[in-house]
């Protein structure tokens, strides 16, 4: 059954899940599962003429990450979510700012809440398109923006939307770094020592 999300109108759900368990000839120890869900809501202010005050998508948005991270978190299998990530894509009848409005610090907060916590800040991508466009949604470790291992992402493509008076939001977790990753920087167990973990 579909959740109901107050304050927005729901058209559809979708998601995405990815488990690498080769990479570049080698077995991983432990599989990497990035999974990435959306929502696609009605836009109230497509077509509209140009609106000041978006606070009426902002406002409801923590319900709306708390749905998406909790489903997101779902599909990792029981694994902890150690990297994130949010963004959005509005119909073209709208506007990238009616994306950002509905991802700001109150949807990011409940979004963290929903998948165990995180203190970085999320990284994320907005744009208006039109239906059948994909989005990339980029991934960075939930404890600290710095670690590069963790710089990835998950393509999230849905035929039929947004249309022009959609917005798509989503979100993708992920339950490590990147696969064979050795580019150097701050490591995760840096980070979290700095952190006082």
């Known amino acids: 059954m579909a959740h109901a999300l107050a304050g927005y109108e729901v058209r559809s759900w979708h998601s ?21 869900v959306g929502v696609v809501i009605r836009n109230p202010f497509a077509g509209q003429p140009f609106q000041e005050e978006l606070s009426s998508l902002t406002d409801p948005s923590r319900e709306l990450g708390v749905e998406l991270g909790r489903r997101a978190k779902q599909l990792l299998g029981g694994r902890e979510v150690e990297g994130y990530g949010k963004g959005g894509i509005a119909g073209i009848s709208g506007e990238q700012e009616h994306v950002v409005a509905c991802i700001t610090t109150v949807f990011g907060d409940g979004f963290r809440d929903a998948v165990g916590g995180g203190r970085a800040w999320i990284s994320s991508f907005t744009k208006v398109a ?4 994909s989005i990339d949604i980029p991934l960075a470790f939930k404890d600290e923006v710095y670690v590069r ?38 490591t995760k167990a840096e980070a979290l020592a700095r952190l006082g973990e």
């Not at 039109?130 to 466009?133: D, E, K, Q, T």
């Not at 979100?171 to 990753?181: E, I, K, L, M, T």
Request: proline share 8%; charged share 25%; with cysteine.
């Open 16 to 36: 995405n899940v990815v488990e690498v368990v080769e990479l570049g000839g080698r077995r991983l120890a432990d599989p990497l599962v990035k999974a990435a």
């Open 149 to 186: 291992d963790y710089y990835d992402g998950v393509t999230l493509h849905i035929d039929e939307g947004p249309k022009p008076d959609e917005i798509l939001i989503c979100v993708a977790v992920s339950s490590g770094p990147r696969p064979n990753a050795r580019v150097g920087g701050m």
């Open 130 to 133: 039109s239906a059948g466009a």
